[in-house]
């Protein structure tokens, strides 16, 4: 299932993000410690070469709930796509679906290793993010479509140009401790408020129950 930009645009209420942006509460856990950390090692190199690919994608990992596996040997091709994105270059449809082969078949995956390449670029793209936008289930062929993979970084690019943004976006980084982009920031409000309500259970339970969705 694809999504468009105007699905996102229409389907969540402005008001609603900007309400979410003041009421969450910070749980300080081991993504905060590993965060800046995975930023920079990418920011620290000139180039990304196969040797910085597999790291990275390996660490990427460590905030996924499955075990990596390459499915591909297009390392040459993805090398060229991870270096256009750390200069700013969106990957095609196309592209994405390569890296995506490469990587376990996994877009969300693939998301975060471009969001640690260039985070002024690219969102982080999960379960619990499509769920706050699109109120559906992240089946995997909705989470793994590259085109609204895309449609979502349009979204992203239209909130975070609203000039109520820049409150919230600031307010989210004082509260968390450390600088983030603004991509990141709107998408930290989707990941709090986009898990998945278990009937009967705590929300201690529940919140157990998601993590290492990210």
């Not at 910070?26 to 040797?51: A, C, G, M, R």
Request: charged share 25%.
């Amino acid at each position: 299932m694809q999504h468009n930009f105007d699905d996102f645009k229409n389907k969540i209420f402005l008001d609603k993000f900007f309400h979410d942006c003041e009421n969450y509460k910070v749980d300080k856990q081991t993504y905060d410690v590993s965060y800046p950390e995975f930023l920079n090692y990418f920011s620290n190199l000139k180039n990304i070469t196969k040797h910085n690919l597999v790291i990275g994608i390996n660490f990427t990992y460590g905030w996924m709930p499955t075990i990596f596996d390459f499915r591909s040997y297009n390392f040459d091709e993805a090398v060229e796509i991870l270096n256009n994105a750390k200069k700013g270059v969106i990957p095609s449809v196309y592209q994405l679906e390569l890296l995506k082969g490469l990587f376990n078949n996994s877009l969300v995956g693939t998301a975060k290793l471009l969001h640690f390449i260039n985070p002024e670029k690219f969102a982080i793209w999960d379960s619990r993010v499509y769920r706050y936008l699109t109120e559906k289930e992240p089946y995997h062929d909705r989470i793994g479509n590259c085109e609204t993979y895309l449609s979502f970084l349009t979204f992203c690019d239209f909130l975070t140009k609203r000039n109520e943004f820049e409150k919230a976006h600031k307010s989210i980084c004082d509260k968390f401790g450390y600088a983030m982009t603004k991509l990141r920031t709107a998408e930290v409000i989707m990941y709090i408020n986009g898990g998945k309500k278990k009937v009967g259970k705590s929300s201690k339970q529940t919140a157990q129950s998601n993590k290492g969705q990210h």
